[in-house]
């Protein structure tokens, strides 16, 4: 029996041409509603949300020649802090000469692992939906925890990485580098950084696989690398993709390499750090005119006494920082660390290094310590991890910056003053920064304290 359907509720026919055509403009326009707005190339974007998880972010930087028609190699970041920015503007350099897209998260940092974990994976899963990523050529590099974040996001996808690049740390023992033997390996710190030994430990069980890799030193400690040690690395990282007939042979590529490293050896003189540069050269260019003068010049620095003493001070010094990383916090270590001290100002140069490296895990501890102190105003804290940091490092003023501040906030404004002073005289030139501490602000307009920050102010360029 037919029923009739009541009036406003008929279902008028549609050809089936235009349903499809309707459904279609429909799933095109949802797709569009989605599509992130196109990112610029040649310029650092500090934050790019990822689509599918907007609580994480990375910050990007696309190469100058970037096209969405081809793939593209590319460079994972991570930074102790968070700072995504760090890693893509130290790169962008090179990124730009080699066409590589650099992605820094802004989500890793050292504390739980859990959510620099979430934020690595969303990253990495955001890149692939967006850009056109060679699945041959993934990257990753960082600093301290950073390069353990490289490391780790390189061994959860192993099958699509070929380098690492690891700066001030490098996670090994058993099981770590599981499956990564085919990948390339750039391992560098400071001169002074206090996981020399680390990164030492590093490069010789590399060395002891037969997998390629590279190591070296720049001036300073514990810290983010010159661009043109990036570069470095960078290039190094290229050569093993031409070397897989991923890129265009390039024999001046491979000539300007070999060239600075050997340059870079020759100005390290008769020292372990050229003995070791030496090394490296003979080890990656074995059958060159340079890896032969190389290996020549190893034989040589091998016998001299100055590098055998270093070698000696290395090991002895290496000991005593493992030593003073099982104490615990208390008055044994401290005056462990005071007897370090005295012995710098006496030491000669290459012991001087040493030590140095030795104190600089114990100063980045007093870092932490200090600014949880000046958050939670505990100035009788303040002013002792201050001032213990101002006697570690002499060469550094800022300490002293806030010895002054934990002063002055206890009534002790004469005594803050000098403090100041002192920073002065250690060479501190950003009086801006002391002029922000609310916890000096007390001091604004006062005769001396303004005299002391029209000290500090840079000399004006000639």
Known sequence: MNRKVPRGTECHHVPGVLVRAL?????????????????????????????????FSYALYLPTAYREDRAWPVLFGFSPVGLGEEPVQLYRRAA????????????????????ALEGAEAMWQDV???????????????????????????????????????????????????????????????????NHWEVLEGRRELESRGWKALADRFEGGHERAPEETAMSAMTFLQLGAVQQGWVTPDEGLATEFRGNLERAAE???????????????????????????????????????SVTEELKLEEQYGSLSRELDGLPQGDQKLRELNRLVGRLKK???????????????????YRIALGEALERKAWDRLLLLSSSLAALDEREGWPCIYAAAALVQM?????????????????????????????????????????????MEPAPAQ
């Open 23 to 55: 459904i279609l403009a429909l799933s095109l326009g949802q797709l569009f509603a989605q599509t992130p707005p196109s990112l610029p190339k040649g310029e650092v974007v500090p934050r790019v949300a990822c689509i599918a998880n907007p609580k």
């Open 267 to 305: 100005n390290a003189g008769n020292s372990l750090l050229g003995l070791r540069r030496w090394q490296e050269l003979a080890s990656l260019f074995p059958d060159s005119e340079a890896g032969r003068r190389a290996s020549r010049r190893v034989t040589v620095l091998r016998g001299e006494p």
């Open 347 to 365: 030491a000669a140069p290459t012991e001087r290094l040493m030590i140095r490296r030795v104190l600089g895990g114990p100063i980045l501890s």
């Open 128 to 194: 692939h939906a967006r850009f056109r990523v060679d699945p041959r050529q993934s990257y990753a590099t960082g600093l301290s925890g950073g390069a353990r974040m490289a490391l780790t996001l390189a061994m959860k996808h192993p099958k699509h990485f070929a380098g690492v690049i690891s700066f001030g740390a490098f996670g090994t023992g058993q099981g770590l580098l599981t499956g990564l033997g085919h990948l390339r390996f750039y391992l560098g710190c400071g001169q002074e950084d206090f």
């Open 96 to 115: 730009d000469r080699f066409g590589w897209i650099v992605v820094g998260s802004n989500d890793s940092r050292n504390g739980p692992l859990r959510p």
């Open 411 to 455: 009534g002790k404004t004469s005594e803050g003053l000098a403090h100041l002073k002192v920073a002065q005289w250690r060479g501190y030139r950003k009086p801006e920064r002391i002029r922000a501490l609310p916890e000096l602000k007390s001091l604004h307009g006062q005769a001396e304290f303004e005299a002391i920050l029209r000290q």
